[in-house]
């Protein structure tokens, strides 16, 4: 089965720039995570989608954030402005069912400069 | 109170010893507890999962679950220098389905 897939792999942009990752899930995992990790912390939850549904999104920095998954599958996360704190790795996961395991996509590697 | 603790290390150990990493969890209604192994610059990869009260093997790795102490941990034996890595403890809550992932426990295996 294919993995999750994410791109790009790496970006760099300056700050008040603004920038966007897309994510293909496992096919047939209803439920899309995007995390983001700062390096030396663990993952953070940004938004959940279970089909295209939002579950959760609490933690989303609603002013510059902003992500949907159309259709129910591919989703894409968008930062606009960015800011320095910004700078970490986009993770993007996916699991079939509720308490089932999430399977983490390559991740994107942010750079805000 | 953070949901998920873990001690962050750095933890070393000698080749072919015990490595153990421990959890603890905020949410007495949590369902699913996972281990996750994140090397540097790569992304989590799911090593463990358990859902009950005991314990679960699967090669050299061995989860503990106590949902009365809401503790899980991981057990590594036989560690060998390629197990050196950040382990990562997540926890499914009761709630909303979120999954909530612990600060992580960065491991050296010394040769």
């Known amino acids: 089965e294919a993995g999750v897939a994410q791109s790009p792999r790496y970006k760099i942009i300056e700050k008040r720039q603004s920038v966007a990752f897309w994510c293909n899930p496992i096919s047939g995992h209803a439920t899309l995570y995007w995390y983001q990790q700062i390096l030396g912390q663990g993952p953070k939850l940004l938004i959940q989608f279970q089909n295209n549904g939002v579950v959760d999104d609490s933690q989303l920095p609603k002013d510059r954030f902003s992500a949907e998954r159309l259709k129910g599958v591919d989703s894409t996360l968008k930062i606009q402005p960015a800011k320095l704190e910004d700078s970490a790795v986009y993770l993007c996961?996916?699991?079939?069912?509720?308490?089932?395991?999430?399977?983490f996509g390559n991740g994107t590697r942010l750079t805000v400069t | 109170q953070k949901e998920v603790e873990q001690n962050s290390g750095p933890l070393s150990v000698p080749e072919g010893a015990i490595a153990s990493l421990n959890c603890t969890y905020s949410d007495r209604g949590s369902q699913s507890f996972f281990w996750y192994r994140q090397y540097s610059g790569k992304s989590p990869e799911l090593i463990m999962s358990?859902?009950?009260?005991g314990d679960k093997e699967d090669g050299r790795f061995t989860a503990q679950l106590n949902k009365a102490s809401q503790y899980v941990s991981l057990l590594i034996r036989d560690s060998q220098p390629s197990d050196s890595a950040t382990y990562l403890c997540?926890?499914?809550?009761?709630?909303?389905?979120?999954?909530?992932f612990g600060t992580g426990t960065s491991l050296t295996v010394i040769p």
């Open positions: 996961a996916s699991s079939s069912s509720f308490y089932s395991p999430l399977h």
């Open positions: 997540a926890v499914s809550q009761a709630s909303g389905n979120q999954f909530y």
């Open positions: 358990i859902y009950s009260n």
